[in-house]
């Protein structure tokens, strides 16, 4: 599973729900009431989106 690796500033792909294709920057991790991982992506374009931690995978930046 790649979200135990989430670490805030990695890059990530979004692979399911509703920003499925977008990509960005992790910011924010949180837990929520329902014991679910959510994260803020910021894009590099400035727009931020919240997503689940499932939704996500890190990309490698070299």
């Known amino acids: 599973m790649t979200t135990i690796n989430l670490k ?3 890059f990530c792909k ?3 729900g509703t920003h499925k294709g977008k990509s960005g920057f992790v910011r924010d991790i949180n837990i929520s009431k329902t014991g679910h991982l ?3 992506v ?3 374009n400035g727009v931020r989106f ?3 931690g499932k939704n996500v995978e ?3 930046v070299e």
Do not use: E, F
Request: hydrophobic share 45%; net charge positive; glycine share 6%.
């Open 8 to 10: 805030d500033g990695d």
């Open 14 to 16: 979004v692979i399911a």
């Open 38 to 40: 959510t994260i803020t």
């Open 42 to 44: 910021l894009q590099k």
């Open 50 to 52: 919240k997503t689940l």
């Open 58 to 60: 890190v990309i490698k």
